[in-house]
C-alpha cells in the first residue's frame, strides 16, 4: 500500500514514498551519518515540558537516522532519490545513504553552486557529503545511478508514465524548477533555493505536494501553470521545513492543505502564523517524532511514532505493528485542534 514518511531528522529535510508499485523514492537526506542509533523513547524530563495539542513535545532531541529507519521498516533498496537542491540540510549523509542503498535513479538540478573551504570552518555537516554530491553533479553519470535533471511539466516512464507507456506511474509530477528559475539562479544572485524541486504526488484522489526550499518566484509559477493541479490538497510538505524565510505565503489561499507537515526549528523561526491565521492546521516533528501518512484510505490516515502525542489526539490510539506508529485518525480538516 502506498505510504509517505516524514522523518524528524534534526533542522532537515528527508521525506519517503511507499508507491503501489513497490518502488520507495527518498525526497532529501539529512542525518544519515553512521551513528550509533538514539532511542526515540520520551524522557521524564521531556514529558514534564509538555502542554496540550500545541505544546513543546521535544522531540526534535529524539531524531531518527534515515538509514536505521528505512532498514527498520523493510526498505532495502531506494529506486530514485531526489535532490531538491543543494543545501547541507538536505543531504547530509548522503554519501552514506547512497553507500547503503545505491539509489538506481538519482534526479537533481543543473546548479552552479560551490562551498569554499572556508565553509566548512564550525559546520556541523560533513565536508565528504559536499564532494560526493559535487561528484555525482558535475560528472553528470548515465548509470549507476541515473542522473535525471527534470523541469517543470516534465513526462517520463516510472515517474508519472507507466512501463506500457500509459499515464500513472509512481504519479510523480514535477510543478518546479524552470530553466529560468534554474538560470536566475546560477547566473543572477547565486540563491540555489530558486532551483529547488517542488514535486505533486498523485495517487488515486488524493495529492500530496513537497515544497523543498521553493520561493515565491517558484510559486508564481506553479500559479500560472498548475494551479488546477494544487487547488485544494491534502497534504502539504511545507516548503522550508516550515520556517520563515521572508516571503509571501499567498500560495496557501490556493493550496488550502487539509494538513501541513512542519520540521523542527525554533518556535519563534517557524512560520505558524500563516497556517493558523487562515485555519490551516499543522503537525511538527517536534510534537509528533516521524509522520507516517496511509495513502491507501480516504480520507488518508496519520500515524505517529510519538505516543504521547498520539494520545493528546486520539485517546483510542493504538500501535500499528506494519507502520510501526501510532494511530492518530483520518485527515480531516478537525483532526489537530
Not at 21 to 42: F, M, Q
Not at 195 to 215: A, E, K, N, Q, W
Not at 285 to 290: G, H, L, R, S, T
Request: net charge negative; aromatic share 10%.
Amino acid at each position: 500500500m502506498a505510504t509517505i514518511h516524514y522523518l524528524n531528522v534534526k533542522e532537515g529535510d528527508c521525506s519517503v514514498i511507499e508507491h503501489n508499485s513497490g518502488h520507495a523514492t527518498v525526497i532529501d537526506v539529512c542525518n544519515a551519518k553512521p551513528t550509533k542509533r538514539l532511542t526515540e523513547a520520551l524522557t521524564a524530563e521531556a514529558a514534564k515540558a509538555e502542554r496540550g495539542i500545541s505544546g513543546n513535545f521535544q522531540q526534535k532531541k529524539y531524531p531518527v537516522n534515515p538509514i536505521t529507519y528505512l532498514r527498520d521498516h523493510g526498505i532495502n533498496s531506494i529506486f530514485r532519490y531526489v535532490q531538491t537542491h543543494p543545501d547541507m540540510d538536505h543531504m547530509d549523509g548522503i554519501n552514506e545513504f547512497f553507500e547503503e542503498f545505491s539509489p538506481l535513479n538519482f534526479w537533481d538540478t543543473d546548479n552552479e553552486k560551490e562551498m569554499p573551504s572556508a565553509s566548512w570552518e564550525g559546520s556541523p555537516y560533513n565536508e565528504e557529503d559536499w564532494k560526493f554530491y559535487k561528484h555525482l553533479r558535475d560528472t553528470r553519470p548515465a548509470n549507476d545511478p541515473k542522473r535525471l535533471t527534470l523541469l517543470s511539466g516534465a513526462r517520463g516512464q516510472f515517474f508519472n508514465v507507466g512501463a506500457d507507456g500509459g499515464g500513472g506511474g509512481d504519479g510523480l509530477h514535477v510543478l518546479a524548477p524552470t530553466q529560468g528559475l534554474v538560470d536566475a539562479g546560477n547566473d543572477v544572485d547565486e540563491e540555489y533555493n530558486r532551483c529547488s524541486y517542488v514535486l505533486l504526488y498523485r495517487t488515486g484522489d488524493h495529492r500530496i505536494v513537497f515544497g523543498g526550499d521553493s520561493h515565491d518566484e517558484t510559486w508564481d509559477h506553479i500559479l500560472d501553470k498548475h494551479k488546477g493541479d494544487v487547488t485544494d490538497i491534502d497534504l502539504l510538505i511545507a516548503p522550508h521545513h516550515g520556517r520563515k524565510s521572508g516571503r509571501s505565503y499567498e500560495f496557501l489561499d490556493t493550496l488550502t492543505p487539509t494538513l501541513t507537515f512542519f520540521g523542527n526549528a525554533r518556535s519563534e523561526h517557524l512560520a505558524y502564523g500563516a497556517w493558523r491565521g487562515r485555519g490551516l492546521s499543522i503537525v511538527t516533528n517536534n510534537q509528533a517524532n516521524c509522520m507516517v501518512v496511509d495513502v491507501s484510505t480516504t480520507p488518508m490516515t496519520l500515524y505517529v511514532t510519538h505516543e504521547t502525542f498520539a494520545r493528546r489526539v486520539n485517546a483510542g490510539t493504538f500501535y500499528s505493528e506494519p507502520f510501526k506508529a501510532w494511530y492518530v485518525g483520518p485527515i480531516t480538516e478537525d483532526l489537530i485542534p
